[in-house]
């Protein structure tokens, strides 16, 4: 069996001290450097995958690092909009060789409940997403409600649905929340909480609510470890979402 040499970056947080945990219990992966510095880069020279948890901030100049060392990237950072993924697409392009895979959630519970959402969103009048998250986390609207509101946005504008109604005049600033490509996304940050995801659907007599529900770090582990497994056989160089690895469209 292939043991595949991986990296950790963000290696002593609270997503990387998972991965560092899940490579190191796999069999077929191997732990060749746990880094939560980027002064430390280096020290995973060598590894076929590094996986990076880190802060959206950081993330891109990391992924530049790893294409420019030949280091495939399986990212699970949040903060992503389409001028950071064209900017990550260009730094592919010009470094031919490794690919990226990033995931705004590496929960196939996730992954299936925003498949679901974008397959319900031309059925309904209305869709809002309302995501929930623990205090620490540095960005919102997280990555997945982002992620959400793309897809929710896409299979409307495919479908030819009008624009949502709202009478909405008069407003505190943020009331409604963010405006993501039309959807509005809100969020909520709350001790106690991890990482939790509604999508609310209305209609006229009719509403429907999709929710997903991480009750722990561990649950994003198999998805982080199938994207290591397969970023080297990724057919593009930039993989956005962990879809086409589960067979979803
Ligand atoms: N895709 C998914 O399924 C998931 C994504 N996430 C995302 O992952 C990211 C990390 O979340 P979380 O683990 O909670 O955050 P933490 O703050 O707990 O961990 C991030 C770690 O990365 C370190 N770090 C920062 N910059 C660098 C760098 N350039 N190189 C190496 N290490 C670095 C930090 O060190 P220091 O504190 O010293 O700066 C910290 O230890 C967030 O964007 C979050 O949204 C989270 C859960 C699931
Ligand atoms: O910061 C987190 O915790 C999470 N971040 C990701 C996001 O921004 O969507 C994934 C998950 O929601 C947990």
Sequence with gaps: MAVIKVGVFGAYGRMGSEVVKAVEGAADTELVAAVDDPAERGAVRGADVVVDFTHPDEVVGNIRWLAENGIHA???TSGFDDARIAEVR????????????????????????????????????????????????????????????????GARARAGAE???????????????ADVEGVRVHALRMTGMIAHQ???FGTHGETLRIRHDSMNRESFMPGVLLGVRRVAGLPDRVTVGLEPLLGLD
């Excluded at 260009?90 to 996730?110: M, V």
């Excluded at 059925?123 to 959400?148: C, M, Q």
């Design 74 to 76: 399986v990212v699970g």
């Design 90 to 153: 260009e730094t592919l392009a010009a470094n031919p060789g490794p690919n990226a895979l990033i995931a705004p959630n590496f929960g196939i519970a996730a992954v299936l409940m925003m498949n679901f959402a974008a397959k319900a969103a031309p059925y309904f009048e209305s869709t809002e997403i309302v995501e929930l998250h623990h205090p620490n986390k540095a960005d919102a609207p997280s990555g997945t409600a982002y992620r959400t509101a793309e897809l929710v946005a």
């Design 163 to 177: 624009p949502m109604p709202d009478a909405t005049t008069s407003e505190i600033p943020g009331a409604r929340g």
């Design 198 to 200: 509604e999508v609310v």
